[in-house]
């Protein structure tokens, strides 16, 4: 993680994925243990681990903590704002490669596309509409990006807002480009834990002109139950050259207009 990227964590958002880093590789640990790591008082950890049990994504028991490795830390912003964040930078660089000034874009929750605000200004002016808490703040300042916040129910886990008057929302719009990631790939499909990410995913497809999909290789090892779009729909497809031959290969037979990055 470079240090532009660490600004848009606090040190609190450290500690908690440090926690969940931790946990996620071994599975449990003692509060008494996760405060001498982390070199803080057992009362920061407890405040800590408050946050992230409220988020569903740990469970104290006697004085250890535990988590279960599932598809829940694949949907925690925090978890993935922290996962691969170089491929996902080269990926949001070769995004604004298809983007022009004076287009108007929607742009999904996913930490993939959070970081085309880092090229934004290459494109500039362009109107961004978007349910993205981080993307918000991100672009709130920029004295060329007319910015639209789509509203909605706010969904902690995701940093994002969705429902039923997001959905509308989106709705009204129609857009020349969306910029998108997804949860999991299997096949030639885009698939997600979550009904209400998989409405408003798939409403910003309809109202798109252009789409476009970014993907690093952490995208083809989870697996989820809601089927969102194939991957036919999108104008291009984003791939990380790290993803395996393999599956670029039957991506590539199914007629998949991919560009690796």
Known sequence: MTDQDSLHLSKADHRRSEIIRILM???SAQI???????????MTVHRDLTELHDRGLVRRIRGSVSV???MLFES?????ARQHV??????????VGHLEPGNAIVWDDSSTTYHV?????QVTPVTVITNALPVMETLRDRQDVELIALGGKYIRVYNGFFGMACEKAIRSYRVDVALMSTTTIQGTSLFTQDEHVVRAKQAMIEIARKKIL???ESKFHFSALNFVADL???????VSHSVEQSIIGRMREAGVRIELV
């Open 76 to 80: 925690s912003y925090l978890y993935r």
């Open 68 to 70: 279960e490795k599932s």
């Open 214 to 216: 970014l993907v690093d």
């Open 25 to 27: 590789e071994s599975g």
């Open 32 to 42: 008494k243990d996760l405060a001498t790591a982390l070199d803080v008082s057992l």
């Open 86 to 95: 170089e491929e996902k930078r080269r990926l949001a660089k070769a995004a």
């Open 232 to 238: 036919s729909v999108f104008d291009v497809v984003l």
């Open 117 to 121: 605000c880092d090229f934004i200004d």
